[in-house]
């Protein structure tokens, strides 16, 4: 079976963490994705986490499907080196703080000099132009500019950040769109052109309308913690043995659903119940009602009254809930992927399904430089100059 991307080839450059998982996107579909390190200075995701016998894990996710090469592309000649592998590339993936690929001569004008269809794409905490481009960004930056933490928390509470890489991953996968679109035009003009992807943008156009609420009312999203101004009840709850469900009542009907589920019918005559704007103004009694019937019952038999209730609810999962859940394994959610240093390890699968030409996890991420003897030898570079250029630190 073809895979969707056979024949593009993509060199990342990039480091933590966007960059490097918008080309892991990319080879999932079966892109020939050359990861490209430091010889000296390996991506710090390596060492990211933890590691299994000097093993770190969470490269295992974010370098599947790479061939990894070194090559130390600040030295001229390892810049020229770069030069020939991206001749015939198709995209390439970098996240250098801007100006410094046009400081070492391989700015988007040199590069597209030598492959006029290459798709650059430039992935930054801020952006290519502006007052803060050549600041040092982070996804954190990026959660805290966007409007993301002020908006997440309890109300009484500080702003919130999320416990993992939330703007980088929302990155990954607006760079992956934005590189097939750019493949797309290409088909129709030949030519390959720049991609900019600041990360404070991608996850601010996920926070849905603040902007035009403000606009348009002057309205600032709250921190509301589990709740939601548009609906209630809205909230995680306790069951009787210590776990948690969450429950969501978007639909009128399904609200109403709920209130007969727990025995407060009579809430739902209240005039304020039939919006959803209405209920969310009286969360707090309408959370008590549903807080003290879970809290009467195990977890097992709140989501079973529930779904025969056909009202909405699901489990509060942590990793162990989604490796047991049956739902996920018939998805095939999760991948045991075959690898040299571990022998399986079990990952996120690719997160949708092509009926035709599916994804697929192919390895888990390799050895510092694994490739880089087949990668550059398959340029003409014979082994006496390999040996010569890793003498001196190029590779």
């Known amino acids: 079976m073809t895979a969707p991307l056979d024949g593009v080839t993509v060199v990342d450059l990039a480091t933590l963490f966007a ?5 892991a996107f990319l080879g999932d579909f079966g892109a020939d994705v050359i990861k490209v390190e430091h010889p000296a200075k390996p991506d710090p995701s390596r060492g990211h986490g933890p590691a299994r016998d000097g093993v770190g894990l969470w490269w295992k996710v974010l370098g599947r499907n790479k061939r990894t090469v070194t090559l130390n592309i600040s030295d001229p ?5 770069l030069r020939r592998l991206l001749a015939d590339a198709d995209v390439l993936v970098e996240n250098f703080r801007p100006g410094t690929l046009e400081r070492w001569g391989l700015g988007p004008a040199e590069l597209h000099a030598v492959n006029p269809r290459l798709v650059i794409t430039r992935i930054s905490g801020f ?11 982070f996804g954190t930056l990026a959660e805290a500019m966007s409007g993301f933490a002020a908006a997440t928390g309890e109300p009484d509470g500080p702003p919130t950040l999320p416990p993992f890489g939330l703007a980088d991953s929302v990155s990954a996968l607006a760079a992956a769109y934005a590189v097939m679109l750019a493949l797309r035009a290409r088909d129709v003009t030949g030519a390959g052109q720049v991609v900019d992807l600041a990360i404070i943008e991608p ?11 403000y606009d348009q009312l002057g309205y600032v999203q709250p ?3 589990n709740r939601s101004n548009n609906n209630a009840p809205r909230n995680t709850y306790r069951c009787a043995d210590g776990r948690w469900v969450a ?8 609200a ?39 809290a009467r019952r195990d977890r097992d038999e709140v989501v079973a009254a529930f779904e025969e209730a056909q009202a909405a609810v699901a489990p509060v999962y942590d990793v162990r809930d989604i490796l047991a859940d049956p739902q996920y394994a018939a998805l095939g959610t999760v991948r045991t992927v075959p690898d040299e240093e571990l022998g399986e390890v079990r990952m996120q699968n690719v997160p949708f399904r092509l009926a035709e030409t599916p994804g697929e996890i192919r390895h888990a991420g390799r050895r510092h430089g694994q490739d880089t003897d087949a990668v550059f030898g398959a340029l003409g570079l014979s082994a006496e100059e390999l040996a010569a250029l890793r003498e001196r630190g190029v590779l």
């Open 247 to 254: 429950v969501s009542t978007s639909a009128q009907s399904i």
């Open 203 to 213: 996850i601010m156009a996920m926070l849905g309308p603040q902007i035009t609420w």
């Open 127 to 137: 952006g290519q132009v502006g007052p803060y481009a050549r600041r040092p960004g």
């Open 256 to 294: 109403e659903r709920v209130l007969r589920l727990v025995g407060r019918p009579e809430l739902i005559d209240e005039p304020w119940f039939a919006t959803g704007s209405g209920r969310a103004a009286h969360a707090d009694e309408l959370d008590a009602a549903v807080s003290a019937w879970v």
């Open 223 to 225: 921190r509301l913690g």
């Open 19 to 23: 960059g490097p998982l918008a080309a």
């Open 77 to 81: 000649d390892g810049a020229a080196l």
